[in-house]
C-alpha cells in the first residue's frame, strides 16, 4: 500500500509512528487488497484539528481519535488504474497518547489499533450495530494479531 503522511505540526514528525502506520497499512493491503496497489494519505495532529474536522464533517463537536474519509464510499476497487485512491485519514497523536495510558498498553499498539481502524472504516466496515461492531473487532484483532500487537485483555468496547 502507497501511504502518504503529512503532518499538522513538525514537531509531531516521528520515524517510529511512520514505521507503524505504514506496517498497519501494508497489512491490511495484504489481507484486504486486490492485486494493484492502494494509495491513501494519513495526516497525524493533534486533538485541536481533529476536533475542527470532527465539527465540520461529522456535526460531532468534540476531538475524537481518527477520522476516516473513504474516497469511493460504497464504490469497489477495481483494477483499471495503476493504483486506487482509497481516502484519507486523521489520527490525533494526542488522543492516541491519552487511550494508550488509559488502556494501559504501549502508544505503538493504540497507534497500529487506531491505524486499522480507520483502514477498515475506509473500506466499508463499520460499527453501528452490534453485529457490524463484533465483525469489525474480529477482523481488527485479527490484523493486530498478525503484526504481534496482541492484547492480554479483552477486545476494545467501544
Known amino acids: 500500500m502507497i501511504v502518504d503522511i503529512q503532518y ?3 514537531s509531531l514528525r516521528s520515524e517510529q509512528n511512520e514505521a507503524v502506520i505504514r506496517r498497519v497499512c501494508d497489512e491490511v493491503g495484504r489481507v484486504y487488497g486486490p492485486e494493484e496497489p492502494w ?7 493533534d486533538n485541536k484539528r481533529i476536533h475542527e474536522l470532527n ?3 461529522r456535526h ?8 476516516s474519509f473513504a474516497l469511493n464510499e ?8 495503476e493504483s486506487q485512491l482509497l481516502g484519507d485519514l486523521v489520527i490525533s497523536l494526542e488522543r492516541t497518547a491519552e487511550q494508550a495510558k488509559e488502556y494501559g498498553h504501549p502508544f505503538e499498539r493504540e497507534l497500529a489499533y487506531l491505524t486499522v ?9 463499520d460499527h453501528m450495530t ?4 463484533k465483525e469489525m473487532r474480529t477482523e481488527e ?3 493486530l494479531g498478525n503484526l504481534g500487537y496482541v492484547r492480554e485483555d479483552a477486545p476494545y468496547n467501544e
Open 55 to 57: 465539527r465540520e464533517y
Open 60 to 67: 460531532i463537536d468534540r476531538p475524537t481519535d481518527v477520522l
Open 141 to 143: 484483532e485479527f490484523i
Open 39 to 45: 494509495e491513501m494519505s494519513v495526516l497525524l495532529c
Open 117 to 125: 481502524h480507520g483502514c477498515l472504516h475506509i473500506l466499508g466496515y
Open 130 to 133: 452490534e453485529e457490524d461492531k
Open 74 to 81: 460504497g464504490d469497489e476497487v477495481n483494477g483499471e488504474a
Open 8 to 10: 499538522e505540526d513538525d
